[in-house]
């Protein structure tokens, strides 16, 4: 499903802060309610919960005693809980009265508030697990052996006569193990527009004839990459590329090697029609499996086996895993690329701001809804683990305040945070203004 469809009107700045809205809104929302929840489980009484800022246009209060509402201004949220100098204020009934001290931000227990300020963060990684889960569920597994389910239509120079449920066991001579042997080893097979396929078909293995198994069919497009730029979309065929004909997606990757990444002329299908664009590789900073950073130039799209292969369901219990093993993935990967920017060890353009973050919501929206809430699922995954550095202000900076409370038994005094809050309110505003710097004018 393209999200672009139902707004038609609309013009690409509006659709890409909408979107952008709506990815954060909801991130912001689990957040949250990460800490109201928690923070009401340990006996400390939440007093608004506001999903943006400013003027509020909508507003109820519980049986709890908590004001729900949602304000102008959508770019965050926040819990205020009672006797906690540090939310925003909105003004509101007195209900320090109807409350204990205890019942207090303040007056709580060591352990109920370190709980609460850290199950915001927590709540995003829950959230992003569920979401990584609950997208392999979606899409399932590719069935053992390979077996052909449907072919998007192909240009008319390219014979295919597989048929559903044809079970792969051979292209181009080469036998097929595991699923995902295509994928592993393109290189193995040489591009040629038509070869032999061998496949077993009622019983019976027969030969039959096939394109090459990775076309130059996008499946994904990165966001902000160069075919983003140039307007490349999953389902186009590039057909030609600085008018040379291509039949494979490593044609372009070959091609970008021997032009030495200077900018090519793509000749894009679409819909049966065909347009031109230009396609300048990026540079990106990508991780390496055993650490660090490699610098490429790469031009942001991929393909995927030509047809769409059976799939099979997967257990709950196993996409768990996988959604754990992706997060945690995620979460070291993003540390070490934060320790290589500081370090200089990476590019400061992999920093980005609001703007860049706002074009990549736009942009995966236009992919489709799967690609749109996958991203959300990424994005939670940075928001959590940016409220865990520590960095006053943020939610680790306040566990790095109740870990010094917990090792001397006291807190820090009044003048001490100031001046820490004061500091890292600096640091936060900075890295937002170099990001929002590199969207706009260093690195666009």
């Not at 802060?17 to 340990?42: D, W």
């Not at 950073?293 to 895993?321: C, K, M, T």
């Not at 980005?352 to 919501?361: D, E, F, K, L, M």
């Not at 109740?402 to 100031?418: C, I, M, N, Q, W």
């Amino acid at each position: 499903m393209d999200l672009m469809s139902i707004l038609p009107a609309l013009g690409g700045t509006a659709w890409t802060i909408i979107f952008f809205v709506i990815a954060l809104s909801v991130i912001v929302a689990i957040h949250e309610y990460g800490h109201y929840i928690i923070g009401r489980l340990c006996g400390i009484h939440a007093e608004v919960f506001s999903i943006g800022f400013g003027k509020v246009l909508f507003a109820r209060e519980d049986k709890h005693g908590t004001k729900w509402q949602i304000a102008a201004l959508p770019f965050g949220g926040y819990v205020k809980f009672l006797g906690d100098a540090n939310a925003a204020s909105v003004g509101g009934t007195d209900t320090v009265a109807e409350f204990s001290p205890r019942n207090t931000m303040l007056g709580a227990p060591l352990w109920a508030r370190a709980a609460t300020v850290a199950a915001g963060p927590i709540f995003n990684f829950i959230f992003a697990i569920f979401i990584f889960a609950g997208y392999m569920m979606w899409e399932g597994q590719t069935t053992d052996p390979l077996t052909y389910g449907s072919s998007p239509e192909l240009p008319a120079d390219y014979v295919s006569e597989l048929e559903p449920g044809d079970q792969i066991v051979a292209i181009d001579g080469f036998t097929i193990g595991e699923p995902d042997f295509v994928l592993r080893n393109t290189d193995l097979i040489e591009v040629k527009p038509q070869m032999d396929w061998t496949v077993v078909r009622d019983g019976e293995e027969i030969v039959v004839t096939g394109p090459y198994p990775i076309l130059s069919r996008v499946s994904n497009v990165v966001p902000r990459s160069a075919a983003d730029d140039a307007g490349v979309r999953i389902g186009d065929f590039v057909t030609h590329v600085n008018g040379d004909r291509i039949h494979a997606i490593r044609d372009i990757i070959r091609i970008k090697d021997e032009t030495d990444n200077a900018p090519m002329e793509l000749t894009i299908l679409r819909d049966g029609e065909s347009f031109n664009s230009v396609m300048t590789p990026r540079r990106s900073d990508r991780p390496l499996p055993e650490g660090g950073f490699e610098v490429q130039y790469l031009i942001g799209l991929g393909g995927e086996i030509y047809f769409s292969p059976e799939v099979q369901s997967v257990g709950i219990f196993e996409a768990l895993w996988s959604g754990t093993q992706e997060t945690w993935w995620r979460i070291t990967t993003s540390l070490s690329g934060i320790w290589n920017i500081i370090t200089g060890g990476i590019s400061s353009c992999n920093l980005s701001g609001p703007v860049g973050i706002a074009q990549t919501s736009g942009s995966m929206a236009q992919q489709g809804a799967d690609s749109f809430v996958l991203f959300i699922g990424i994005l939670s995954v940075a928001v959590g683990l940016l409220n865990l550095l520590p960095i006053p202000v943020l939610d680790g900076g306040h566990l790095v305040f109740h870990a010094y409370e917990a090792v001397t038994r006291r807190k820090p005094s009044d003048g001490a945070l100031r001046v820490l809050m004061s500091f890292g309110l600096a640091i936060i505003m900075s890295v937002m203004v170099f990001g929002l710097l590199n969207d706009l004018v260093l690195c666009p």
